[in-house]
């Protein structure tokens, strides 16, 4: 019997990295009935470890790790562009008073977070920026885990079910964050791509994209899906490690765009002046690019300057409140229930 369909609330957190995911986020949300997701990007094997330990000792509800596949190409970029992007950045890292970071390649250390996952098994392990091998899907189902992939493209939906997973995550452009499938310039918003895969696919589907309300989770399950993945909605709880500017910004009703200026890879953020600038570029070269700038964007962090910091958001973020997370996923689910509801009572005027 799948996770989904034991679920008693159709939502899950969506797995943000880089500091919202918390353990204490994922455990709220799993023991409000939804699924909580640990975000296993960017951080060491031995802190993915430490991370699911604590959240069992939160809950004892089931939870799932993300994981960050490593460049199926080997990190290949363009060099002369990365250092092109380099130097056009360098005056920005001397305002702020530190050193670009080296644009170096890497796998994210996903060898060791894929065997802590085999040896410590979870009860869903989750993919993006493409599709896990054969060998690491049935290796991961072996030990009783279940493997969803991440897509942003019908045919890649298709190509995820011929490996094996037991669910497809349906990632509409509208979703905050990195694009989780590859190529990462697949632009369907979540509803048409959601019905789209459900014409090709016999998995269960779950929606990920702009959904920050009741109504929003109402959408995707009549289109077909079996839970409504939410990310933005949840950086303002309280469990969540959002940083204060980026909790100001997202509260705004400033718009987001998809931007490569950050980490070398197409991500949806609230518009800031760093975006403005440096959007036109930013060379494709994820993580090298992550790695040149990553210490002029904790700088920005670590001051509070929102108008260099990536402030990662879907474009329903004005949507988000200041809940604590469990009380959200009640939120969510009687909003969904009620919007259902008005739904078919208009309806019936239709005769």
Same mark, same amino acid.
């Given at each position: ?8 609330? /159709? ?11 918390? !353990? ?62 380099? &130097?056009?950045?360098? /005056? &920005?890292a %001397? ?6 970071g #080296? ?9 060791e ?13 989750s993919?993006?920026? *493409? ?10 189902? &072996?030990?009783?885990? #279940? ?11 298709? #190509?995820?079910?011929?490996? *094996? ?14 694009? *989780?499938?590859l !190529? ?19 998995? /269960? ?6 959904i ?20 933005? +909605?949840?950086?303002?709880?309280? #469990?969540?490690?959002t ?16 931007t ?6 197409? +991500? %949806? *953020? ?12 930013? /060379? ?10 990553r ?20 474009q ?5 409140? &200041? ?28 005769g």
């Amino acid at each position: 019997m799948s996770v989904l369909s034991v679920l008693p609330r /159709p939502i899950i957190a969506a797995p943000m990295a880089g500091g919202p995911s918390t !353990p204490a986020l994922a455990a709220a949300v799993s023991a409000a009935g939804g699924l909580g997701f640990l975000a296993a990007g960017m951080i060491s094997a031995d802190r993915l470890a430490a991370d699911v330990a604590e959240v069992r000792t939160r809950t004892d509800r089931p939870f799932g790790v993300n994981v960050f596949l490593p460049d199926a190409n080997g990190g290949a970029v363009d060099a002369v562009a990365v250092r092109a992007y380099a &130097e056009r950045l360098a /005056p &920005e890292a %001397r305002r702020h008073g530190v050193t670009l970071g #080296e644009p170096v390649g890497g796998d994210d250390a996903y060898p060791e977070k894929l065997a802590a996952l085999l040896a410590d098994p979870v009860p869903v392990v989750s993919f993006v920026f *493409g599709l896990p091998d054969l060998a690491a899907v049935a290796a991961l189902r &072996e030990r009783g885990t #279940e493997v969803w992939a991440t897509v942003t493209s019908p045919d890649a939906a298709s #190509e995820a079910v011929g490996l *094996g997973v037991d669910a497809v995550v349906v990632q509409g452009t509208e979703a905050g964050g990195h694009r *989780g499938g590859l !190529p990462d310039d697949d632009d369907y918003g979540v509803l048409s791509l959601l019905r789209l895969v459900a014409a090709r696919c016999d998995r /269960p589907l779950v929606a990920a994209g702009g959904i920050a309300d009741g109504a929003g989770v109402a959408a995707v399950l009549t289109a077909g899906a079996a839970a409504a993945q939410v990310g933005t +909605a949840f950086l303002r709880c309280p #469990e969540a490690g959002t940083s204060p500017m980026h909790r100001a910004a997202v509260a705004g009703t400033a718009p987001t765009a998809l931007t490569r200026a950050f980490t070398g890879k197409r +991500a %949806r *953020g609230v518009v800031n002046d760093f975006l403005r600038r440096h959007d036109g570029s930013a /060379p494709v070269g994820y993580p090298q690019v992550l790695h040149l700038t990553r210490p002029l964007l904790a700088a920005a962090k670590g001051s509070g300057d929102a108008s260099v910091a990536n402030l990662w958001a879907g474009q329903a973020h004005a949507l988000a409140t &200041e809940t604590p997370a469990g009380d959200l996923v009640a939120e969510l689910t009687a909003g969904a229930r009620a919007a259902l509801t008005a739904a078919v009572e208009r309806s019936g005027a239709w005769g």
